[in-house]
């Protein structure tokens, strides 16, 4: 048995919460891909995630044209 001091009555242990995903977006304006773009692709690289580091260097090229 689990120390709840009761609260296991009123309160259960799991909610539509603890089933649910939680996902984080940004945006990034052109001025700030431009501005951060080079350190998102240093990141990416370290962390070997080389499609992530392609996919933002395929944006700045897109940018420059």
Do not use: C, W
Not at 26 to 42: N, R
């Amino acid at each position: 048995m689990l120390p709840t001091y009761g609260y296991s009555r009123a309160v259960s242990s799991l909610s539509l919460a603890d089933f649910s995903r939680r996902f984080t977006v940004q945006e990034l304006s052109a001025k700030g891909l431009i501005g951060l773009g080079q350190a998102v692709m240093t990141l990416a690289s370290n962390e070997l995630l080389n499609a992530h580091k392609n996919a933002v260097a395929i944006r700045l090229a897109s940018l420059e044209k």
